[in-house]
């Protein structure tokens, strides 16, 4: 099973918002609510951002929000921050009873 | 304090297998589903396998299945990964993961995340 796709990168200035998207199939995004997104800075562990399509983990930032339509999922961060910098993963259960990410969005704050 | 701890990493030829294990603490292991998951060096995120709270349930990704197996030890607390005729692009660090608090039979988000080992293969 191939990969979510996501973009390579995105970039946004401080206080902007951007937009992360995650297209999948009928058979994981497009089938479940199982959407979860993680950030990861270098050399790091990731972190669990949201989950279940639209819900913030605990004590995540309410900058940070999800959605989905079809079978892509969005992840937008408004009021960009330098803190934000970092490598983001989107994931979903499939009907195979398996996880799969995405490949990942390097986003850099201008 | 849930803590989650991988280990058993290290430098193995192609062809050659390798056990990982993963050290868990601070919730009831019995009742948590439990992941695998590795990262290549500078690429993304691979999910690998989950098991059941039990033991009895398992699902692999394609690009392990036959050659990796997921088990557990649940009088130890302990999360394992066999794996055999490891392969040069298995090179990786392994991380090993649970759900959020509450969500403990849902291996679709991964909360606690292990330091991670690495693996690789070369020859």
């Known amino acids: 099973q191939s990969a979510l796709t996501q973009p390579a990168s995105v970039s946004g200035s401080p206080g902007q918002s951007i937009t992360i998207s995650c297209t999948g199939t009928?058979?994981?995004?497009?089938?479940?609510?199982?959407v979860s997104w993680y950030q990861q800075y270098p050399g790091k562990v990731p972190k669990l951002m949201i989950y279940?399509?639209?819900y913030r983990s605990s004590g995540v930032s309410d900058r940070f929000s999800g959605s989905k339509s079809g079978n892509t999922a969005s992840l937008t961060i408004s009021g960009l921050q330098a803190e934000d910098e970092a490598d983001y993963y989107c994931?979903?259960?499939?009907?195979?009873?398996?996880?799969?990410f995405g490949g990942g969005t390097k986003l850099t704050v201008l | 304090e849930v803590q989650v701890l991988a280990s058993g990493g290290g430098l193995v030829q192609p062809g050659e297998s390798l056990r990982l294990s993963c050290a868990a603490s601070?919730?009831?292991?019995?009742?948590?589903?439990m992941t695998w998951v590795r990262q290549a060096p500078g690429k993304g995120l691979e999910w690998l396998s989950g098991i059941s709270g039990s033991g009895r349930d398992t699902f692999y990704a394609d690009s392990v299945m036959g050659r990796f197996t997921i088990s557990r030890d649940n009088s130890k607390n302990t999360l394992f990964l066999q794996m055999h005729s490891l392969r040069v692009e298995d090179t990786a660090i392994y991380f090993c993961?649970?759900?959020?608090?509450?969500?403990?039979?849902?291996?679709?988000?991964?909360?606690?995340w292990g330091q991670g080992t690495l693996v690789t293969v070369s020859s």
């Open positions: 993961a649970r759900p959020p608090e509450g969500y403990d039979t849902d291996w679709s988000k991964l909360a606690f």
């Open positions: 601070g919730f009831t292991f019995a009742i948590t589903t």
């Open positions: 994931s979903s259960y499939t009907n195979n009873n398996t996880v799969i």
């Open positions: 279940d399509v639209a």
């Open positions: 009928i058979s994981d995004v497009g089938l479940y609510h199982y």
